[in-house]
């Protein structure tokens, strides 16, 4: 059974920095894009990031263009997300899922087009 594994959420204040790591136990992932999602209360699933298994032309929310990077350590078999220049409204849970195909395409942000399902995620906070 697939399993992707999250982690490094905290507490942080506004402007703070953090990196999230998506640990991939039970398979190797290294031919899959992975998707960063998140989930605020009371709101659906938003799309963050993606990069595909070769780890170019990553995706970005418009939200997070330019203060997020996502990148991808496949003899580690993990996949980050450092994430600066916080704002109260990243507050949400992260999540990882994967793709079952190599690339991220057009539909990276809906959850639909990804395999597997959700796990626990990671809670990231921004609060002063």
């Known amino acids: 059974q697939l399993l992707l594994v999250e982690s490094g959420g905290d507490l942080v204040q506004p402007g703070g920095s953090l990196r999230l790591s998506c640990a991939i136990a039970r398979f190797t992932l290294n031919n899959n894009a992975i998707t960063w999602f998140r989930q605020a209360p009371g709101k659906a699933h938003e799309g963050v990031s993606c990069i595909g298994s070769s780890g170019a032309s990553p995706n970005y929310a418009d939200s997070v263009n330019g203060r997020f990077t996502i990148s991808r350590d496949n003899a580690r078999n993990t996949v980050y997300l450092q994430m600066n220049s916080l704002k109260p409204e990243d507050t949400a849970v992260y999540y990882c899922?994967?793709?079952?195909?190599?690339?991220?395409?057009?539909?990276?942000?809906?959850?639909?087009?990804?395999?597997?399902?959700w796990g626990q995620g990671t809670q990231v906070t921004v609060s002063s």
């Open positions: 899922r994967a793709k079952e195909f190599p690339w991220c395409g057009r539909n990276w942000p809906d959850p639909a087009t990804h395999i597997g399902s």
